[in-house]
Structure formats: structure tokens, C-alpha cells
């Protein structure tokens, strides 16, 4: 069977990078912010590398990575920590070399 291939890019977005400052401010989606924007302290691009997993995550599984019952609160107090949640990566769902690159986007 042929293989499959998925591309993702948000090109409307892009633009070339200028400097490597760090920011803080929040904006997005809770479930896919990296620890460090939740819990507002200064950031870079790194935290798109975290977000990226949470997408492959969205993709494979076809579910959010976290509820989206919980309130801000709820992901610093359970994500935004040096041991925080993740998402389950279920074997069937995700191949084992997808959930490797996952882990270590985290």
C-alpha cells in the first residue's frame, strides 16, 4: 500500500525571525501551550516544539490532548510543572516512532 504522508504549516503566520528575545503574554489554545506560557514566565520558539507535539498527539488519536473542561488553573496545576500530564499515547493509535518524536517535543 502506498505510504502516507501529512504536512502541517501555518504559512499565513509565517514570517522570518528577527530576533531571539524571549516574550511572555498568552495567547492560544490551553490544551496545546507549552509549561512555560501557562505559567507565564518568559519563553521562545521552543514552545512551538512542545505545541507540535500536542498536535501529532490530536492527530494520531483523533482526541484533545487534555479536557477541555479544565480551566486555566487546572493545566498550571496539572500540566505546567516539571512532572506535569501528558497525554496517553495509545499503541494502536500512535506508531512507536511517532510517540518517540512526541516525548521528545515534551
Known amino acids: 500500500p502506498p505510504r502516507r504522508v501529512a504536512r502541517l504549516g501555518v504559512f499565513g503566520l ?25 505559567n507565564r514566565e518568559a519563553y521562545d520558539t521552543a514552545v512551538d516544539v512542545y505545541s507540535f507535539a500536542m498536535v501529532l498527539v490530536e492527530l494520531y488519536t483523533g482526541a484533545r490532548p487534555l479536557p477541555l473542561t479544565w480551566s486555566e488553573e487546572e493545566v498550571r496545576q496539572k500540566v505546567a510543572r516539571q512532572d506535569g500530564y501528558r497525554p496517553e499515547l495509545p499503541a494502536g493509535l500512535v506508531p512507536p516512532d511517532v510517540a518517540g518524536l512526541i516525548r521528545e517535543c515534551w
Open 14 to 38: 509565517a514570517r522570518i525571525k528577527q530576533s531571539t528575545r524571549s516574550v511572555r503574554g498568552v495567547a492560544g489554545t490551553w490544551s496545546h501551550m507549552a509549561p512555560e506560557i501557562v
